[in-house]
């Protein structure tokens, strides 16, 4: 099949990343991307339209959506049509932040670009294989028929990641692909992930993306007596306390001003709480990326992806400080300036990497080899 311009549309809780690609079989050239505010669907739609109208850039010959969780029926990449939107919607209760986000980009896309093949890439589908002693969750046998489990979810980031090593980064003939590594992604939502071998065999995110690591807006994971002290005692309903993990957690209700990491940056000098904030975000990932080591009987490489894990030199190296018993070691001059994706000095037994993450292009080469 020859060259497809492809739309991914990438889309968060509260923004949409978008980016138009000239895709083939061997390659992925990203013609224009850009990041809006989602407040209304039709109107962040309209925009997409705008850019692309404006740009001179050809039409899109098909469009791929990342979806953060298509549930147990959609663990699979797949072109689509009616069948597949009412399973989307079935679905929304594994990602209730997300999917309506999601579903209404589609029907919107469909409007605007009517005729225009679309793809759903599913976040899930990377930790689809994870064996039964992470998937299953150790809660009563006959929920797990029903989809309770753990789904793992950062999948196109993660496998973004392995696709560069992979490749064989440019300049770096000591870095490819290890037996044991660990993928730190962390952004406004986090997850840590153990790869043996290129294939995810555990990570942090369970059966919504609000466990594992603290981040910028939910509590990661939590006592479960917390939940059921808050439904008996506070008299919180679903949507009470869905909200208050969800929204009102993590970075933000640690610090009392702000989810945003850079901000908390900010505020730390004159703000006890602030500075918690970021401690204990530091500490929930390095006891995550200690749990992934222990999973994999050892780490050859630690890599750090996402907003937080490409831009704070001062997170990465309070997280990498407290694993000094993993020989990690960091260059500081490295870790300051991440031209060179290897940030580990030559002491460090375990490579320390930060790599861009590249969901968008993964959703282009997803879409693409589905039409191909």
């Not at 989810?259 to 006891?287: N, Y």
Request: aromatic share 4%.
């Amino acid at each position: 099949m020859s060259a497809l311009n492809i739309l991914a549309l990438n889309s968060g809780s509260s923004s949409l990343k978008f980016g138009l690609y000239r895709v083939d079989s061997s390659s992925a050239e990203k013609l224009l991307s850009e990041t809006v505010a989602t407040a209304d669907h039709a109107d962040t739609m309209t925009r997409v339209a705008s850019v692309l109208a404006t740009s001179g850039m050809p039409p899109p010959e098909a469009i791929g959506h990342r979806i953060v969780n298509g549930g147990p029926a959609l663990r699979q990449h797949c072109r689509i049509d009616d069948a597949v939107l009412r399973k989307l919607q079935d679905a929304t209760a594994f990602a209730p932040l997300h999917a309506p986000a999601a579903l209404a980009l589609i029907r919107f896309a469909q409007s605007h670009f009517p005729g225009v093949p679309q793809v759903a890439c599913f976040d899930t589908q990377f930790h689809a294989g994870l064996p039964d002693v992470a998937r299953v969750l150790p809660i009563a046998r006959e929920l797990l028929s029903e989809g309770v489990q753990r789904y793992g979810f950062h999948g196109l980031s993660i496998e973004s990641i392995v696709r560069q090593l992979g490749d064989a980064l440019p300049h770096q003939s000591s870095v490819q692909l290890p037996e044991r590594l660990v993928i730190a992604h962390l952004g406004n939502g986090a997850s840590i992930t153990a790869l043996k071998a290129g294939r995810s065999i555990d990570t942090s995110m369970g059966l919504t993306p609000s466990g594992g690591v603290i981040m910028g807006t939910r509590s990661g994971d939590l006592d479960p007596g917390v939940l059921v002290y808050l439904l008996r005692e506070k008299k919180l309903d679903a949507a009470g306390l869905e909200a208050l993990i969800d929204q009102r957690s993590g970075l933000l209700g640690i610090s009392g001003l702000s989810g945003d990491m850079r901000r908390l940056h900010e505020a730390a000098a004159s703000s006890r709480d602030a500075r918690l904030a970021i401690e204990m975000f530091c500490m929930s990932v390095r006891k995550q990326v200690a749990a992934m080591a222990a999973v994999l009987g050892g780490m050859d490489m630690l890599v750090f992806t996402g907003g937080i894990g490409e831009n704070d030199a001062q997170v990465r190296a309070e997280i990498c400080n407290g694993l000094s018993w993993a020989s990690i070691r960091l260059d500081e001059s490295r870790n300051r300036d991440v031209s060179n994706p290897l940030i580990s000095d030559g002491a460090s037994r375990c490579q320390v990497l930060v790599l861009a993450s590249q969901e968008d292009e993964q959703i282009a080469r997803h879409t693409w080899a589905l039409l191909a």
